[in-house]
């Protein structure tokens, strides 16, 4: 079934710091690729997606861009403060296609 | 704004029975709601998928004899766990997409569940 893979397990940064996340995913045709965050004691939150190959979404000073030849969708932002502390998940469609399939989730910690 | 609440946001419940579980779209209409499952050290497991006036669609490993849904209109779903025992405690997420925001599925905050 399609899925998506998150590399990185946990990211220790201080603030300021440039961030990546690596997401790839395997899957058929163009399926839509998403990323949410999630906060401690919350649900995830949207943060954007993108479609097609080479569309860039972006919020929040994050942005990923779809890549259909490596088939990735990494995370990255050019400077990271500690309100950004938080657990970064990539996603697509599953097979119904309004469903999601989450990666295993990146736990981001940013120190002072 | 667009919004998912759920509810509750706690509960613990005594092994063998049962907990229902609400979410409620707010500010759009939610034509398909996804309910998913986030245990602890594990990523989200999507259980099922309710649109409106379509069949509820199971995942593997979930069943409606186990996690019955409703979702009688565009702003309410609701599910719940029966029988629920030690593997079931988890976050019970409600990911709810429809006119709003591209489609991307807005989540709630969830429902903590922990089983005694």
């Known amino acids: 079934g399609d899925s998506v893979t998150q590399t990185e397990g946990q990211v220790a940064l201080s603030e300021e710091d440039f961030l990546t996340i690596h997401c790839n995913y395997s899957?058929?045709?163009?399926?839509?690729l998403f990323w949410y965050v999630q906060y401690p004691g919350e649900g995830p939150q949207f943060l954007f997606r993108?479609?097609?190959?080479?569309e860039k979404g972006s919020s929040r000073g994050f942005e990923a861009t779809y890549d259909k030849g490596t088939t990735s969708f990494h995370l990255r932002k050019a400077s990271v403060q500690e309100s950004d502390s938080a657990v970064y998940y990539c996603?697509?469609?599953?097979?119904?296609?309004?469903?999601?399939?989450f990666g295993l989730g990146t736990r981001v910690s940013v120190f002072p | 704004g667009a919004l998912v609440y759920q509810y509750p946001r706690r509960t613990i419940c005594k092994s063998g029975t049962s907990m229902r579980m609400e979410c409620q779209a707010v500010?759009?209409?939610?034509?398909?709601v996804a309910w998913y499952r986030q245990s602890p050290q594990k990523t989200f497991e999507l259980i099922a998928l309710?649109?409106?006036?379509?069949?509820?669609?199971?995942e593997q490993n979930f069943t409606q004899e186990k996690f019955p849904i409703s979702h009688p209109n565009l702003s309410f779903s609701s599910m719940t766990v029966l029988n629920a025992y030690l593997e079931d405690r988890g976050l019970y997420l409600c990911?709810?997409?429809?006119?709003?925001?591209?489609?991307?599925?807005?989540f709630g905050e969830g429902t903590r569940l922990s089983v005694l």
């Open positions: 996603a697509l469609p599953n097979n119904y296609a309004q469903g999601l399939t």
């Open positions: 899957a058929s045709g163009y399926p839509a």
């Open positions: 993108a479609s097609r190959d080479k």
């Open positions: 500010g759009f209409q939610a034509t398909s």
């Open positions: 309710s649109t409106v006036n379509s069949a509820i669609k199971y």
């Open positions: 990911g709810a997409s429809g006119t709003y925001n591209n489609q991307a599925p807005l």
